[in-house]
Each structure stands twice: as C-alpha cells, then as structure tokens.
C-alpha cells in the first residue's frame, strides 16, 4: 500500500537576525580574544546562511538581562531549567500553528479523520508533551494515537516520515500528522572551541509538518522507501548533550569529510533495492547542515547545482533548523510543482552519525 505526503507546512518565529548582525554580536562576546573573534568571523561569513530566525524576542536588545546576554554572562547564564521553560512557552504555539495550516490546506479532511499525531523535537522536553497540545488545541478526535520523537537530532524527521509510512501501509484509513519544531537558539553558550563555535553560527529555529495518508492527493510526493546507515568514525563530531547551562551542541568540521566518505555505501543498497540509479534522481532533498555538507554532497556525488538549489535557499534563508530543515527543503521542491513521477532524494544527517536517506516520487492527480 503506497504513502503519498499531501503537503507541507512551514513556520518561524518573527525575530530574526542577519547572519552578519550575529556574527558582530557573538564577535564583541569575546572582546580580547581575537584568536575566538577571527575564529567566528571565518566560520559565520563562510556558512552560506544570510539570516536565522530565533524565539528569542529580545535578542535585538542591548540590555544586560535579555535572555541573549546573559548566555554569554558567568553570574547570571540561563540554567537548562529555565531553557526549557523557555522552549515549552514558545514551542506549543508554532507546533500548532502548523497544525491550523496543515488543516487549513487539506479542508477534505475532517478534524476526527486524524488517526496518528507524531511529534518531533530534539532541543526541549515537557510532558504532557507537544502530541498532546495539538490534538488538545486542533481539537482533534480525543482517541487520536500520539507518538513523540524525541532527542535524535538533524535526522529525526526521517523517523517520523517512516513510522507515518508504516502506519499508512498497515491501515488505508490512517492519515497522519507530522510535525517537527526545533529551538535551537535557547542554547547559545559562551564556549570558544571550535565545534561549539561552529555549531552556533548554523542553528536556528523552525517548524514543519506534513499529512500522509493512503490516499493520493492532487499534488504530493509518494513516500518509496527509505534506508539508514551509520559512520562510527563520525560518533564524537556531531554530538548533542544536556548541560547545566542548555544543551551542548557539537559540530565538528570534520562532518563533511565523514559524509562525503561514506555517501556511496549508504546510497546504494537504497538505489539497488528500487533498481534505479543516481543519474535517475532529479532533485536532491539534502538536509543544509552547513554550507560545506551541500558542498561535499554535490561535489561527491557529482551533482548539478540546480539539483540542490532548494537545500542552498533553506539553508541561506533559515539556518539549520536541526530535524525541521530537511522538510522546508521537500516543502520547496514541492512548491515548485514537479510533474508527475520525478524523483526526490532527501538526505538527512545526525547524531551517530547517521546518515538517513529516502526516494520519493512527485504526483499529480
């Protein structure tokens, strides 16, 4: 029984900052250090992001008690506790903004048609959790089967994807809502070594989220299949740990170079299992990590650019959203109306590090 996605829906908070504007802050963080400074100014003017949107409402003040100061701050720096109050006040809203949307875009559907919620998020915990607010908030069927994913990082839409996909198969009456929110930006931490310093001039904050369903919609992409594989060598570069003061998040430069070793091996059992090739792929869905892993993607797998325009527009316009970003990649591809039977490969990285990849089909009925 096949799995169609019936659409996407994306959302951000309003604040946001121009990657330069951060650059200059976090660069002034670390006054008289200028081994750090020259450090930021590489990696923020080298990430091919332009701007990053942020929960933090007051991070364009200049006073001392904003929420972005006092990160930077040794006597008054937000606790993991404060953090994730932080993340719980702001998460709810934007999981259900895109719940309404995603409603809202497929008014075939009634609100008691939604069998499964599964919800997605790595950078904050509360419970009852996210799965609960939605089907709460949307007013959704109270019987709804709810499932969280929770702490797995840049990949973990792919697990959500998945589970949507079996539960499709299993019942041709399921239709199920995905959604990922990420707030990455309540763990900025004054660390001056390299991978927390990489990771923070990348992550931002977002949210998206799907339909799927058995059945096939007017336009979307069907779900094919899907493969996972781990790169042992890479478990200690892309790393995500709960600290006193947020979660520590690390991004070593090592990452593309792992990526790009291990591109091959993971893509083709997915390509022998569907007996198709690399040169049948039309676009490429590759999860914006960083500038320098759509670089190695492309020049790896000698891709052209326009097969990964979408993944280079994501990332300049948004950041890396962490599990949120690879579904404003598929959101604008599908944006842009394939026609029928072109072929989508999204591509995901993570904690492992794992490497996630799916073939997907556009549709049009």
């Known amino acids: 029984m096949p799995a169609y996605i019936h659409s996407i829906a994306t959302a951000v908070p309003e604040t946001f900052a ?6 200059d802050l976090m660069k002034s963080r670390f006054e008289g250090d200028r081994r750090t400074q020259a450090i930021l100014h590489r ?19 200049g006073s001392g008690d904003s929420f972005f100061n006092r990160a930077f701050s040794e006597h008054s720096c937000p606790s993991t506790s404060e953090r994730n109050e932080k993340y719980t006040q702001e998460a709810i809203p934007l999981f259900l903004n895109v719940g309404e949307q995603l409603l ?11 069998t499964h919620v599964i919800t997605i998020s790595c950078t904050g915990f509360f419970a009852p959790g996210p799965d609960f607010e939605i089907v709460r908030g949307l007013k959704l069927n109270p019987s709804t089967q ?44 004054k660390k001056n070594d390299p991978d927390t ?7 931002a904050d977002g949210a998206a989220g799907m339909i799927v369903s058995a059945k096939q919609p007017t336009h979307g992409f069907e779900m094919k299949a899907f493969t ?17 003061s947020g979660f520590n998040m690390t991004l070593s430069s090592y990452v593309p170079d792992i990526i790009s070793a291990n591109l091959e091996d993971v893509i083709t059992p997915l390509f022998e299992s569907l007996k198709t090739t690399k040169e049948e792929i039309d676009l490429w869905a ?9 670089d190695k993607v492309e020049e790896t797998l000698g891709l052209q650019d326009d097969q990964v325009r979408s993944s280079r527009k994501v990332l300049a316009e948004f950041g890396n959203m962490s599990s949120v970003t690879v579904l404003f990649v598929l959101n604008d591809i599908l944006l842009q109306k394939p026609d ?20 997907f089909t556009s549709v049009k009925s």
């Open 18 to 23: 121009k990657q330069e504007k951060v650059r």
């Open 43 to 61: 990696v923020y003017s080298q990430s091919g992001i332009e701007k990053r949107h942020t929960v933090l409402h007051d991070f364009h003040s």
């Open 104 to 114: 809202n875009q497929n008014p075939e559907l009634d609100k008691n048609s939604i």
């Open 146 to 189: 709810r499932y969280h994913i929770g702490f797995m990082g840049c990949y973990a839409a792919f697990q959500g994807m998945k589970m949507a996909k079996a539960f499709c198969e299993a019942d041709p009456d399921a239709v199920v809502m995905v959604i990922a929110t990420e707030l990455c930006s309540l763990h900025f931490q």
């Open 197 to 203: 310093l990489i990771a923070s001039s990348v992550f």
């Open 228 to 244: 996972s594989s781990l790169a042992y060598e890479g478990e200690k570069d892309m790393a995500w740990t709960i600290g006193d």
């Open 286 to 294: 590759v999860h914006p990590g960083g500038r320098a892993i759509v």
């Open 340 to 359: 029928s039977g072109k072929t989508i490969l999204p591509i995901a990285f993570g904690p492992g590090l794992t490497i996630e990849t799916g073939l």
